[in-house]
């Protein structure tokens, strides 16, 4: 099992559609989890960290079950301007010397 | 602020050269990170700092080397340039371990 797994998509929505993205992710003992958006050729910026009790930010929702070792990302109201690849990524240890990238899922959100 | 700033943007390179890859951040953050991001494929990190003086390897430190002589650079050097090392490579600084890391421009590099 790949330590941090990804559909790589791509997914192709319309504006206005909700659309969820999954990750799961070997290591039972990971400390932390978040979700990264990269634009085409752009370097990774920080979407929104992933809580056990799930959180949300705005359009955007993130939930985390470790006992199943799966992080899922939800976007309401898909925008043209979300159209992005996804990284889920995870945290093995304390020192974050040990951030682990899954490869990405791309949306494509079309008018 | 100017965050993490990565030079060159772009390069080109012979099989055999030399070169080394700039990173500085003005956020005064211990964490230092460098990335490669091959075509289709996660991020890997290649070596990492946590504080002046301090470098350790990551997972694909071969033919990479680095060193931290100050909080703000982190230089990536790369000895004996190979195809295989074609490849974007980002810098990657973190206030402490936990927080996200913010990621530079990236530099494209071509070995031929």
């Known amino acids: 099992r790949k330590e941090v797994e990804q559909d790589p998509g791509p997914f192709n929505v319309p504006e206005g559609a909700t659309v969820a993205f999954n990750c799961t992710y070997s290591n039972s003992a990971s400390q932390s989890f978040f979700w990264y958006r990269q634009d085409c050729r752009k370097e990774p910026k920080l979407l929104m960290s992933?809580?056990?009790s799930g959180n949300e930010d705005g359009r955007f929702t993130a939930q985390l079950n470790r006992a199943s070792q799966y992080i899922s990302l939800l976007i309401r109201d898909s925008k043209l301007s979300d159209s992005a690849t996804y990284l889920c990524v995870v945290n093995k240890n304390q020192a974050g010397t040990a951030l682990i990238f899954g490869k990405g899922t791309t949306l494509s959100v079309s008018s | 602020n100017a965050g993490v700033t990565q030079t060159p943007k772009f390069r080109i390179l012979k099989i055999g050269q030399s070169m080394t890859l700039q990173c500085a951040q003005d956020m005064n953050h211990n964490y230092m990170y460098w990335y490669r991001q091959d075509p289709g494929m996660g991020l890997k990190l290649i070596y990492y700092?946590?504080?002046?003086?301090?470098?350790d390897k990551g997972e694909v430190p071969n033919g990479y080397n680095v060193s931290r002589s100050t909080t703000e650079d982190f230089p990536l050097r790369l000895e004996l340039a190979a195809p295989s090392q074609t490849s974007v490579y980002f810098c990657?600084?973190?206030?402490?371990?936990?927080?996200?890391?913010?990621f530079g421009p990236g530099t494209r590099l071509t070995v031929t």
């Open positions: 990657a600084s973190t206030g402490t371990s936990r927080q996200q890391q913010y």
């Open positions: 992933v809580y056990s």
């Open positions: 700092s946590v504080g002046a003086g301090i470098t």
